[in-house]
């Protein structure tokens, strides 16, 4: 007996994540990879979080703890994240702030909110594989975001939407140190954005899991800020910010959070109510008193182990790679978008990689919503340890040589 007939259309655009895949390579020894997007586990707060487990548990909040707890999220934590939004020119408060479990999950419930089958979301080419895969079960099409400028007008987006049978209804993007590329969207080209947008009457969803690993140059004011300075107040925006700490704190801890205009707050929470109730009260708590001591400490040490590593992988591009492949240069975040020539395969050239020169990267083409861009690929730096640098970029290069 098989129930896959009587599956959901929506389950046929559901794939396995390729990254999700690689990262079961990490447990061969002999393998040097650049593939997994995850932060090194030897830099968590692990101290700083446990004695905060010891603190909730051992104190006068152990019920409320391991207690149900409100759908918009744990008060403290959101009032916290309300003014960590603040000093980035975001003026909110707690009812601003809806906690998700991981932005993973804020990412399914907008498109979940947003998109009905058939309609169109603007992505950019490429981009985090994750949104694609959340926003996949909602059966959209995807059309192309070029922030940096195109010839593609607001009536065009809206007839191609029309074509397809239905509405363009938000542009997805990461401005900060963009996974997969590493670029960052300067103040100019989010502005660009929101002029679209507002010509489309379109949310943008703002995916910022990265802004706070700068290593480099001046910071940019999140859309979610520019907008509010446009139209009066963020619950008169259009722009829906997504929050991590999965990138500074914790990733196993699943917290993270949505900051919006006031109505899609109260819609998300009617999602979380029929979908999980409400994110691990436990977890909250934990991660708001970890927040509040360490936040700030633990972001300047990452900063500092990140940066090195980066600057280690680009010196070894650099010294190794021949020549017809070029690489971005990344101010923060955790990646390095390397494009080969013209006719190349990444997919062909991991199969070859993992094989001969036991190095791992991620094939270019998953993070493209047309499967586009085979001559690309994603190295991670956030783990590449001087051996990584010293030996694998020098194995990779010398394949691509051969």
Not at 195 to 222: K, N, T
Not at 357 to 365: D, K, S, Y
């Amino acid at each position: 007996m098989t129930l896959l007939n009587l599956l959901a259309s929506r389950s046929s655009r559901m794939k396995a994540s390729e990254i999700r895949e690689l990262l079961k390579l990490l447990d061969q020894p002999d393998i040097i990879s650049f593939a997994g997007g995850i932060p090194d586990p030897s830099l968590f707060p692990a101290d700083a979080i446990r004695d905060a487990y010891a603190d909730v548990l051992g104190g006068s909040e152990a019920g409320a703890a391991l207690q149900y707890q409100v759908s918009e999220g744990y008060l403290p934590l959101r009032r916290w994240i309300a003014g960590q939004m603040g000093k980035l020119g975001v003026a909110c408060d707690e009812g601003n702030i809806f906690i998700t479990s991981g932005s993973q999950q804020a990412l399914d419930y907008l498109g979940k909110l947003f998109l009905s089958p058939g309609d169109t979301a603007l992505v950019t080419w490429p981009t985090y594989l994750g949104a694609l895969q959340a926003f996949n079960a909602y059966e959209p099409r995807y059309d192309r975001l070029r922030p940096e400028g195109g010839n593609m007008t607001p009536v065009a987006y809206h007839a191609a939407a029309a074509a397809n049978g239905g509405k363009v209804k938000f542009a997805y993007l990461v401005p900060d140190f963009a996974n997969p590329t590493g670029n960052t969207l300067d103040e100019k080209q989010r502005e660009a954005v929101l002029d679209l947008a507002g010509e489309l009457d379109i949310a943008v969803i703002e995916d910022a899991a990265y802004r706070a690993l700068r290593y480099d140059g001046e910071g940019v004011p999140p859309i979610l800020a520019l907008d509010c300075a446009r139209s009066g107040g963020i619950d008169k925006a259009r722009t829906l910010y997504c929050g991590s700490f999965s990138k500074i704190l914790s990733p196993g801890m699943r917290v993270g959070w949505v900051c919006a205009p006031r109505h899609v707050v109260e819609k998300l929470v009617l999602m979380k109510q029929a979908s999980d109730l409400h994110s691990p009260s436990i977890n909250q708590m934990v991660m708001h008193r970890v927040a509040e001591s360490v936040f700030d400490g633990q972001v300047e040490k990452l900063i500092g182990a990140y940066r090195e590593r980066r600057d280690g992988l680009l010196g070894a591009l650099e010294a190794h790679m021949p020549a017809g492949i070029t690489w971005s240069r990344p101010e923060g975040g955790m990646f390095v978008w390397v494009t080969l020539p013209e006719g190349s395969d990444a997919t062909e050239l991991l199969a070859r990689s993992v094989k001969e020169a036991r190095v791992a990267f991620v094939p270019g083409n998953a993070f493209y919503a047309d499967g586009t861009g085979r001559n690309t690929l994603r190295l991670s730096f956030t783990l590449a340890d001087r051996r990584a640098v010293t030996e694998g970029i020098p194995r990779l290069a010398a394949l691509l040589k051969g």
